[in-house]
């Protein structure tokens, strides 16, 4: 049930989270590419992006709920599980038990057959080497071979105590496994159950009831800049930026703003790639003469970067985190070579 129901619904949220992701990201770039004096363009790729990201935020928030309930439920039915698998084994060994239990007169009679063959077997043997004695004493030009035949013997344990033996093995090996803590790690499409001594289980966070009622439909992304920051990054989020190239194109990339750059990315994985090494030495403009609409320019002495935000809001502030990181950077310069030149002084001789 928690494979065929839960697990399915949570592939199924997935899925649709996926794609909206694509539309909505499609529609950013539409909304982009419209020009200034379009206007009846402008309004409808407006009303797309909107409804879009109306879609996206709602969809977004059944995928977190499937994660949540995904979260919430796998350990009870894993455990649920192990126990009915060890219910299951228990059945099969009471069952064993009393299987055996009613051969255990054949088993008596057939040991007292076993001892009995082993009796006569012991026998035979001294009568056959008695036997082989008195001919090599009748014919004395017989040679004795120099290998002799010499029965093994074998010694049976008790089907009672290989029993016993099984049983406290896999009874010790499912008591180590309930009592020690358990985790499961989830993958894409599934969820792979691993027992792991030593691991807290951490359970995911819910949301709060007033979240589900909040209005997805805002026109854009609320982001603020900080340059106090503990992790160094005044700013960050996406960016349209134009290519050096000849053919001029705009890529979506992620841009932050930290220890004095300008610096993005094409992935969260890749390395940062910089656009302005030291931020005192640039300058950042509108760019009103171009079609595509929310531009803005970071200008420095080698090199000129165009971007483009979502939206007007996003320009201005991208444009002001810009220049407050400027004059953050000539204050803490400042601060610097004041402290150094204080540690430099020449003492003063009394």
Known sequence: MFVKEDIRKFKDAKKQFEKVSEEKENALAKNAQVQRNKQHEVEEATNILTATRKCFRHIALDYVLQINVLQSKRRSEILKSMLSFMYAHLTFFHQGYDLFSELRPYMNDLGAQLDRLGVDAAKEKRDMEQKHSTIQQKDSSYTQPKNCYRYPSYVLPDPGEVLLAGTCQVVRAYAVAILEPMTVFPGIGGAHNVHTPNVEWTRAPYLKEQQLWKDFSSD?????????????????????????????????????????????????????????????????????????????????????????????????????????????AYREKGDESEASTSTFQDPVIQ
Not at 259 to 287: I, S
């Open 220 to 328: 854009d992304t609320k982001l603020e800049y900080n340059v106090d920051a503990a992790n160094g990054i005044v700013m960050e989020g996406y960016l349209f930026k134009r290519a050096s190239n000849a053919f001029k194109t705009w890529n979506r990339r992620w841009f932050s703003i930290q220890n004095n750059q300008l610096v993005y990315q094409k992935k969260f994985k890749d390395n940062p790639t910089v656009v302005v090494e030291d931020l005192r030495l640039c300058t950042v403009k509108h760019c009103e003469d171009i079609e595509r609409r929310f531009c803005f320019e970071v200008v420095s002495p080698t090199k000129s970067c165009m971007l483009q935000a979502d939206s007007e809001k996003l320009r201005q502030a991208w444009i002001k985190a810009v220049q407050t990181s400027i004059a953050t």
